[in-house]
């Protein structure tokens, strides 16, 4: 039998900050006209370009950690607010790739100095967004992300008798 945690699971916890995080951001850029998952997808977008990348859909995905699906969708609507291009690849013409227009690099230059400055906000109580606490914060962060997750095997023992 497992005991049971007298406080709030760290998965509650996680859920909890990233919705507190979600809806600070989604109320920071909403003048902008960008809810939080279109500025996670142009913020994205501006980084790679300032890289020389011009990603597909599927990368930009893939860096952002939202389906593909929804980023299709997200792309679509920012395509007719002419904030971003959506071009055939070249290379694969089944693949779309993704870039900023003027008028899009200007909000997004503008969304990230308002997102620095709630981030400051949100992380003072580390001590800042330099502080060697958010530092160590967000390198645990980063170790969760980066553990890959294995499904449970049906049938096994430790789903046993449980419900679906």
Do not use: C
């Not at 989604?26 to 997808?41: F, M």
């Not at 693949?95 to 200007?106: D, Y």
């Amino acid at each position: 039998m497992s005991k049971v945690s007298p406080g709030p699971t760290p998965g509650f916890l996680v859920w909890r900050l990233a919705n507190k995080w979600r809806v600070a951001v989604d109320r920071a850029v909403a003048p902008l006209g960008l809810t939080h998952a279109q500025y996670s997808l142009v913020a994205s977008l501006y980084g790679m370009q300032r890289a020389g990348e011009r990603p597909s859909q599927r990368q930009l995905a893939d860096h952002t950690g939202l389906e593909a699906l929804y980023v299709s969708k997200l792309a679509r609507a920012l395509e007719s607010a002419e904030l971003i291009e959506r071009t055939r690849d070249p290379r694969d013409p089944r693949a779309v790739q993704l870039a900023l227009t003027a008028q899009g690099q200007a909000i997004t230059r503008r969304a990230i100095a308002m997102v620095q400055e709630l981030h400051q906000q949100l992380l003072e109580p580390l001590g800042g967004l330099d502080a060697p606490r958010t530092h160590a914060f967000t390198d645990e962060l980063t170790a969760l992300l980066d553990t890959p997750l294995t499904p449970p095997l049906p049938n096994n023992e430790s789903t046993k008798g449980t419900p679906p």
